[in-house]
């Protein structure tokens, strides 16, 4: 499990990563019915996940997602690590899952990209993507969150991504949040079934 954290959590104490959902994984109930390595990276104070270019501030703040293109450097190194972790440790290639929220959820829409064949199901949170990239999400499970009322990353990024999605027949459930605001992990992280669908999605292994 590969969570992405968002901007606010930026960083290099090793520490900020883990303000939202690390508890979400440390709780012993979730523990004991998903057993699971989690890694929480983190990203540098300057660079994001993603290829995307930030203008204004507030709600008149816009992305401009590239599509495609030279990954960011913490990018690469989230690549790397997924690389080396599947690699050296005992885990289930067919159960591999990302999360992330804000730029996270940005990052996972990108990270899914650049390993179209690692993961199993995905969960972007308050993100978006460049709706060109949509037709390579088709491998993977995708449940997407977002809070109705946000006005740091309009919730159209989303819905645009869903809809992108959905006409290149890819597997996504979408879930508008009517009073959230850009706060949507909360009520994302308290749906009892995200972890039970989350776990349940498993990838067809070449033989």
Avoid at 6 to 25: I, M, S, V
Avoid at 105 to 111: D, N, Q, S
Avoid at 147 to 161: C, H, I, Q, T, W
């Amino acid at each position: 499990m590969v969570f992405l954290h968002g901007a606010g959590e930026r960083g290099n104490d090793n520490e900020k990563q883990l303000t939202h959902g690390g508890k979400l994984f440390l709780e012993e109930k979730n523990r004991d019915q998903h057993p699971a390595i989690v890694v929480f990276p983190q990203c540098s104070q300057s660079s994001f996940w993603s290829n995307v270019k930030v203008k204004g501030t507030g709600a008149e703040r816009l992305f401009d997602f590239a599509d495609g293109g030279t990954p960011t450097v913490p990018m690469q190194l989230v690549i790397d690590l997924t690389k080396e972790i599947l690699a050296k440790y005992s885990v289930r290639k067919n159960q591999v899952y990302v999360m992330g929220l804000s730029m996270g959820g940005m990052g996972t829409f990108e990270l899914v990209n650049r390993m179209p064949e690692t993961f199993a199901a995905a969960v972007p949170i308050c993100g978006g993507a460049n709706i060109s990239t949509a037709k390579n999400l088709k491998s993977v499970k995708w449940w997407v969150f977002h809070g109705a009322k946000d006005d740091v990353v309009l919730p159209r990024y989303s819905e645009e991504m869903v809809a992108a999605m959905k006409k290149n027949n890819v597997d996504v459930k979408f879930t508008l949040f009517p009073d959230a605001n850009h706060n949507s992990w909360d009520p994302a992280f308290a749906q009892p079934e995200l972890l039970n669908w989350m776990f349940a999605q498993k990838r067809k292994t070449k033989s």
